[in-house]
Each structure stands twice: as structure tokens, then as C-alpha cells.
């Protein structure tokens, strides 16, 4: 399976900025996802990141909150603007490879104060 | 749209106590079952993909069935190392995954 590093591992963020968290993969893979997890809760798709193009995302998620990024095949960005405290949450990053199946990395924990 | 109910939410047993873990689903065109295993403050762990009814899959002391309405997650003498929250998740399109809310396991010794 691929090896996925995920940054930051944690921060905590005052209300009203921003946060980008990066995932970078050891291959290439065919997609790239991010998930939001909150507290006590499951995981939630919050957008397919596409590389060389706009992101997909799911009902309730939109790009001026949750900007993606995809310049390459190995690496991908998720901002989360603006924050309040209703953003805090588990970040998570997952791909799928031609010869794997979904790997997660360790996800960033996010508390906004 | 795809819905995925586990339980139960929460389960504890005594080591080398058998039991089993329940992911019902329903989904229009099932590309792929996957159970997952998570620890606290990481990220999920792949255990095992079921693609079609019948289809059983084992590693150390778990193992995996499906059938067109649920999967079932045995475990066989659990050891504390097992404890964990079990994630159950269902993808129709071939790539994004619904996932439901988890069975968080507890084996004391």
C-alpha cells in the first residue's frame, strides 16, 4: 500500500484564520479524497481532490471554505478557511492506487478557539 | 443514496470472549464492502475488502463475511491489542466510500 504523510498532525487555530494541511503520497495513485471526522462522529467526504482541475465536492462542503489543491499525482492541499469552532475536527486524507485499495494517512487534528 | 448502520455502537468483552460485529447496508450497486480499524488519533487501517455475496475473508483472528444485506465482523478470542473502533463502509461508484458510525470494541483481559 501506499505511505501517506499528512501535516501538520494537530494544531490549534484562533477563530476567523486559516489552516492548510498537506498529503503527500510515496507513488502515484489514481484519486485522492479528504474526510472530516468530528468528534464521536464517522468519516464524511468532504471532496475529491482531481489533479489539474477544480475538486469535487460533496453536498454541505464548498470551495470558499474548503479550498483543494492537486498540482501532481503524489501530493494534494486542504485549507480550511475562516475557521470557527464548529470546524474542529479530524482532517483526513485517503487514496486509492491501481495496485491498493484505500489507505488513509493519520489525519490532522484540528481545534479552532 | 447509501446508507450504512453498524452495531452496536459499543461492545466490550472479555479476552477469549467470541463475538461478532454487524454493518447493514443499503446501496444501489455494491462496488465494494471495506472494514476498517481504528485507533485512537490515527487514521483507519484496512482490514478487508467483500465484493459479492458469500464472500468470506480471514486474517489472524478476524474474519470477514457478506451477504446482499449485511457483513458481519467475527472475532475469535479477542486479545486487548483488539480494542479498537471497527469502521464498516460501502462504495457504489467504484471510489468514494460512505462510511458508518463505527463499533468501538473494548476486551479487557
Known amino acids: 500500500s501506499a505511505v501517506i504523510s499528512q501535516k501538520p498532525s494537530r494544531d490549534i487555530c484562533q477563530r476567523g484564520t486559516s489552516l492548510t494541511i498537506q498529503c503527500q503520497v510515496d507513488?502515484?495513485?489514481?484519486?485522492m479524497f479528504w474526510y472530516r471526522q468530528q468528534p464521536g462522529q464517522s468519516l464524511t467526504l468532504i471532496a475529491t481532490a482531481n489533479q489539474g482541475s477544480e475538486a469535487t465536492y460533496e453536498s454541505g462542503f464548498v470551495i470558499d471554505k474548503f479550498p483543494i489543491s492537486r498540482p501532481n499525482l503524489t501530493f494534494s492541499t486542504l485549507t480550511v478557511s475562516n475557521m470557527s469552532p464548529e470546524d474542529s475536527s479530524i482532517y483526513l486524507c485517503?487514496?486509492?492506487?491501481?495496485?491498493?485499495?484505500?489507505?488513509f494517512g493519520s489525519g490532522t487534528r484540528l481545534t479552532v478557539v | 443514496e447509501d446508507q450504512v448502520t453498524q452495531s452496536p455502537e459499543a461492545l466490550r468483552l472479555q479476552e477469549g470472549e467470541s463475538s461478532s460485529l454487524n454493518c447493514s447496508y443499503t446501496?444501489?450497486?455494491?462496488?465494494?464492502l471495506f472494514w476498517y480499524r481504528q485507533d485512537p488519533g490515527k487514521g483507519p487501517e484496512f482490514l478487508f475488502t467483500l465484493y459479492s455475496a458469500g464472500e468470506e475473508k480471514e486474517k489472524e483472528r478476524l474474519k470477514a463475511t457478506l451477504t446482499k444485506k449485511e457483513s458481519f465482523l467475527h472475532i475469535t478470542a479477542p486479545k486487548p491489542e483488539d480494542s479498537a473502533t471497527y469502521l464498516c463502509?460501502?462504495?457504489?461508484?467504484?471510489?468514494?466510500?460512505?462510511f458508518g458510525k463505527g463499533t468501538s470494541l473494548l476486551v479487557t483481559p
Open positions: 485517503s487514496v486509492v492506487g491501481q495496485t491498493y485499495g484505500y489507505t
Open positions: 507513488s502515484q495513485v489514481t484519486m
Open positions: 446501496v444501489s450497486g455494491l462496488r465494494g
Open positions: 463502509a460501502v462504495t457504489h461508484s467504484g471510489y468514494a466510500l460512505n
